[in-house]
């Protein structure tokens, strides 16, 4: 298996304009997660998925960020408009269960979002 | 509220070392703790994943030991390489479908 892919590994974008950050989890997996990693404050979940529901979005910073998931095997985080601060790691984690705490997180090697 | 600390945040040992990563948690009341390694530049590899019932688990020469009577658990990792040079991170359950991160150490291994 390919792992959990995500596009595109960079991104740099001027402030006010619209980021999309694409999620493809390992096949079979039923559970996403979006993390925000920053040197402040680490790791930050936004939003959970299972099967293709979300079901936590109490992590989603602000109106400005919204995610979809319209099958099983695709996944997108929008920021819209973007502003500097959103700069970060993103990344997409997948899991073959509902309680990704008791089973293992698989990462993909994340988005660096820089914008200016 | 939970919090997870990881103490060293950096760490430089010879190559051959053992050596001892710590990770600390303010709140006992937890099912599981994961230990993950992180490349620069790079996602996260689960590494293991201790039950509360467990004291500790083992993968070739990683060993991890969890005591949540006393909020810590540890990272063993025997005679240590270069290519072990990373970013450690615990995390520990924070409800059904979160995981709370410590900070990480990162590690070097000096050839």
């Known amino acids: 298996d390919a792992g959990v892919i995500q596009s595109p590994r960079h991104e740099v974008t001027e402030m006010g304009q619209e980021v999309t950050l694409r999620c493809k989890p390992i096949s079979g997996h039923n559970s996403l997660f979006w993390y925000r990693q920053t040197m402040m404050r680490g790791l930050e979940l936004l939003i959970y998925f299972n099967n293709n529901v979300p079901i936590d979005d109490s992590g989603m910073p602000e109106d400005r960020f919204s995610a979809k998931m319209p099958n099983a095997s695709f996944s997108t985080l929008k920021i819209q408009p973007s502003e500097p601060r959103d700069s970060a790691v993103y990344f997409c984690a997948s899991s073959s269960n509902r309680d990704s705490t008791n089973e293992k997180l698989f990462f993909g090697s994340g988005t660096q979002l820089s914008v200016l | 509220k939970q919090e997870v600390t990881q103490i060293p945040a950096a760490l430089s040992v010879p190559e051959g070392e053992n050596l001892v990563l710590n990770c600390s948690f303010t709140d006992s009341a937890i099912y599981n703790l994961q230990w993950f390694r992180q490349d620069p530049g790079k996602g996260l590899t689960s590494l293991l994943l201790i039950q509360s019932s467990q004291r500790e688990q083992t993968s070739g020469r990683l060993n991890a030991s969890l005591d949540k009577s006393s909020g810590r658990s540890t990272l063993y990792i025997a005679a240590s390489q270069p290519g072990d040079s990373a970013t450690y991170l615990c995390?520990?359950?924070?409800?059904?479908?979160?995981?709370?991160f410590g900070t990480g150490t990162r590690l070097t291994v000096i050839p």
């Open positions: 995390a520990v359950p924070t409800g059904a479908n979160n995981l709370f």
